[in-house]
Nanobody
Framework: QVQLVESGGGSVQSGGSLRLSCAASGDTYSDYSMGWFRQTPGKEREGVAG???????RYADSVKGRFTLSQDNAKNTLYLQMNSLKPEDTAMYYC????????????????????WGQGTQVTVSS
């Protein structure tokens, strides 16, 4: 099964950018659908963006036009480029994977993914 390790989080000012990375190991990366989720204390984990192995994506409305998913199958790595960050983007960000093609309507649903990383913190100050 796949193991996921996130990196790239940090603290930035409003309007700044960060790029998160999710390194996958232990299985064939190209067999997986991948996603990014985020969570703040006391709230449920919410879907940010998801991508299938053939590159089709879905974004949450709150991040459309600001966040961009990409993946490098040769490096078994998923990226989330986050631009124009806002204080409300502050959260722990988690990478997720599922060894199947996750359909579009489930791509932001945490129940569609069976494997999770430990998370990386993103803090955006105003």
């Amino acid at each position: 099964q796949v193991q996921l390790v996130e990196s790239g989080g940090g603290s930035v000012q409003s309007g700044g950018s960060l790029r998160l990375s999710c390194a996958a190991s232990g299985d064939t990366y190209s067999d997986y659908s991948m996603g990014w989720f985020r969570q703040t204390p006391g709230k449920e984990r919410e879907g940010v963006a998801g991508i299938t192995s053939d590159g089709t994506t879905r974004y949450a409305d709150s991040v459309k036009g600001r966040f961009t998913l990409s993946q490098d199958n040769a490096k078994n790595t998923l990226y989330l480029q986050m631009n124009s960050l806002k204080p409300e983007d502050t959260a722990m960000y988690y990478c997720a994977a599922q060894r199947a093609r996750v359909p579009y309507y489930l791509r932001l649903s945490r129940t569609a993914y069976g494997f999770w990383g430990q998370g990386t913190q993103v803090t955006v100050s105003s």
